[in-house]
Nanobody, 121 residues
Framework: QVHLAESGGGLVQAGGSLRLSCAASGSIFSVDEMAWFRQAPGKQRELVAGITKSGRTRYADSVKGRFTISRVNAENTIYLQMNSLEPGDTAVYYC???????????????WGQGTQVTVSS
């Protein structure tokens, strides 16, 4: 079993900051890319930011320059530093990881339960 534990969501005023964290644990051989997605009410889930083991990152255009994803490989943990938050960033944020459970096997996708981020105007 693989478990992704998210934390750090909450309510913040526009212009404020939050930091999300996600730790993967359980039967893990290695973890490839880890990412944050978000889903606002009535909208599809979308990629916010992703980071590989080597540290290569990618971001949605809407968060570039405001959000920063980072990773601690030894702890299978990622962080999302969110600055200059806007009401449009309000959503449930989900952690996703491509986990190799057994050496030599293909990675499988695992998701966290989600954490609510609400930005008030």
């Amino acid at each position: 079993q693989v478990h992704l534990a998210e934390s750090g969501g909450g309510l913040v005023q526009a212009g404020g900051s939050l930091r999300l964290s996600c730790a993967a644990s359980g039967s893990i051989f290695s973890v490839d890319e880890m990412a944050w997605f978000r889903q606002a009410p009535g909208k599809q889930r979308e990629l916010v930011a992703g980071i590989t083991k080597s540290g290569r990152t990618r971001y949605a255009d809407s968060v570039k320059g405001r959000f920063t994803i980072s990773r601690v490989n030894a702890e299978n943990t990622i962080y999302l530093q969110m600055n200059s938050l806007e009401p449009g960033d309000t959503a449930v944020y989900y952690c996703q990881a491509d986990v190799v459970i057994t050496r030599g096997r293909s990675p499988v996708s695992r998701w966290g339960q989600g954490t609510q981020v609400t930005v008030s105007s």
